[in-house]
């Protein structure tokens, strides 16, 4: 099936340093998403962008986070800065009209 | 938004047919029933989703009830490569935004 990717597979930074993840969607899907999960529990929604703008934010999608899309190729989300509490897995997804989903393997994020 | 209840785990053996409840006594008429899986440090896979007549694709049939109340995911003849968490979702969102709300889902063990 169609393939998102992820980039890269695990992160590793310093508290208050900003870090970048970024995922490569399926090429001709119009809707993206972000998802956070803590290992061992469920996946939570963080946002969802389409045609440029952020269409919804969950309360979990903070003042430091943000995304976007800047040459129509990587979608990315930025944490600026990093918190203890940010440590999960981010999964991207991307559909091509907002039905099914398609996700990509996660991004490690480990905050120290 | 409205919720799923989904058993913790469920067992089976190689080649079987499993039926996966889920239970959404609350849910609105307009809103679509998604079977998502996932197994550990992979990305959910979307597996197939219906809104009133019962659905059947590759990986799975979709049996929904007349009042929409619940809902059963049914494998035929599931191998190793089944074994995973099964999330039963509604989907929600305004229009084509989508957000999938994830629950704890079903363990589905497969033994050879």
């Known amino acids: 099936g169609p393939k998102v990717l992820q980039i890269p597979s695990h992160q590793i930074i310093d508290m208050g340093q900003m870090v970048t993840l970024n995922c490569d969607p399926v090429s001709n899907h119009l809707y993206f998403y972000w998802y956070k999960q803590i290992l061992g529990q469920q996946m939570e929604f963080l946002v969802n962008f389409y045609n440029g703008k952020v269409m919804e934010k969950s309360k979990l999608f903070k003042d430091q986070f943000s995304v976007e899309r800047p040459d129509g190729s990587y979608f990315t989300l930025k944490i600026q800065p990093t918190a203890l509490e940010d440590s999960a897995v981010y999964f991207c997804?991307?559909?091509?009209?907002?039905?099914?989903?398609?996700f990509g393997p996660g991004t490690r994020l480990t905050v120290l | 938004d409205a919720k799923t209840t989904q058993p913790d785990s469920m067992e089976s053996t190689e080649g079987e047919t499993v039926h996966l409840p889920c239970s959404h006594a609350?849910?609105?008429?307009?809103?679509?029933i998604y079977w998502y899986r996932q197994v550990p440090l992979q990305g959910p896979e979307y597996v197939t989703h219906g809104l009133q007549q019962n659905t059947t694709n590759s990986m799975a049939f979709l049996a929904i009830a007349s009042d929409r109340k619940s809902s059963t995911l049914i494998l035929p003849h599931v191998s190793l490569r089944d074994a995973a968490v099964y999330h039963c979702i509604l989907r929600v969102g305004a229009g084509n935004t989508g957000k999938l709300i994830f629950g704890l889902g079903t363990t589905l063990q497969v033994q050879p």
């Open positions: 609350t849910i609105s008429g307009n809103e679509y």
């Open positions: 997804a991307s559909s091509l009209q907002g039905w099914e989903q398609y």
